[in-house]
Every structure is written in C-alpha cells, then in structure tokens.
C-alpha cells in the first residue's frame, strides 16, 4: 500500500512565502515523475510544477519564477517552495507520483489527500 501524504499548507498574505511537502511511504522500489496540482474552488484541478527522478523541472506559466519544485530521493518526497504568493494561488495543492512498488511492477500513479493554501490580500 502506498500513501502521499501532504503537508505545510496555510494562511498567508500576500507577498509571503510557504513551503509543501509531500512524502510517498508504503512499498515503494523507486518514484518516476512527481507532480503538483492545484485546484480552486469551481476550477479543474490545474497542473502547477513536474519534477523528473533526475531533478529535471518544469512550471506552469502562472508560477514560473515564483515557484520552486523539488525532491529528496532517499526521503521519497517532494517539495514546492512558494514565493512571492498571490490571492490567485488560493488553492487545495495535490501532489501526484507515478511509483513503482517492485523491481517488476508497473508504474501507478497515486494522489495525495490535498492541503489548503489560503492567501489574503
């Protein structure tokens, strides 16, 4: 059983800063692409940053230059570092990983149960 559990989500004003964590725990040989989804209220749930096994990026326009995604392979977790945060980026965040649980298994891709992250003007 594999479980991405997520947390650092909160209150903040705009202009400040927070960081989420996801962590991956259960049987797990090896993690591919991690990822970290939004969705705001009445809104699909909206792709914000990817992050290869090798540390290779990419960002949604919408946060490119504030956001930083990165991961910890021997922790088998991933971070977003969020600055500079606008009301905009109100959202529920969800991390999503593509893992493999043996060396012969497929990958599948898991959700996270999502934190809230409040900003206020």
């Known amino acids: 059983q594999v479980q991405l559990v997520e947390s650092g989500g909160g209150s903040v004003r705009a202009g400040g800063s927070l960081t989420l964590s996801c962590a991956a725990s259960?049987?797990?040989?090896?993690?591919?692409?991690m990822h970290w989804y939004r969705q705001a209220p009445g809104k699909q749930r909206d792709l914000v940053a990817t992050?290869?096994?090798?540390?290779?990026?990419n960002y949604a326009d919408s946060v490119k230059g504030r956001f930083t995604i990165s991961r910890d392979n021997a922790k088998n977790t991933v971070y977003l570092q969020m600055n500079n945060l606008k009301p905009e980026d109100t959202a529920v965040y969800y991390c999503?990983?593509?893992?493999?649980?043996?060396?012969?298994?497929?990958?599948?891709?898991?959700w996270g149960q999502g934190t809230q992250l409040t900003v206020s003007s």
């Open positions: 999503n990983a593509d893992i493999r649980t043996t060396v012969t298994s497929a990958l599948v891709n898991y």
């Open positions: 259960g049987s797990i040989f090896s993690i591919g692409l």
């Open positions: 992050i290869t096994s090798t540390s290779g990026t």
